[in-house]
């Protein structure tokens, strides 16, 4: 089984300083560590309070050029097609923090009063 965990730009960089230190890249940084919780046995310690749901897949977020719908990767091409909604719209909507099944509603979705 290969995991490959996507970071976060600014935990990205706490990781590469610290591994200035070693002298180690940032991925060999990120092994050891993970490497280390697992065998340890100290991950229920280490995550006790921690809210695991803000790292879970949130539904239409993207995965590998798709977008989760419904537990599985969904071309951007094909939610345009079974929602006649455009690509171009249902990516704007996603990226500006809508939920995939509101981005795929064929109703328009601007302010009345902006649309005079």
Request: charged letters at 30%.
């Amino acid at each position: 089984m290969s995991i490959k965990p996507v970071i976060q730009s600014k935990t990205e960089k706490i990781l590469e300083r610290e591994a200035v230190l070693y002298g180690v890249t940032a991925t060999a940084m990120a092994k050891a560590i993970v490497e280390t919780v697992a065998h340890e046995g100290i991950i229920h310690e280490i995550l006790a309070d921690v809210d695991l749901s803000k790292f879970s897949g949130q539904p239409g977020r993207r995965v590998s050029g798709r977008y989760e719908l419904d537990g599985r990767a969904v071309k951007l091409s094909d939610l345009a097609a079974m929602s006649g909604v455009k690509e171009v719209t249902i990516r704007r909507r996603i990226k500006n923090g809508m939920p995939i099944e509101q981005a795929l509603s064929a109703s328009d979705m601007r302010k009345r009063e902006a649309r005079v």
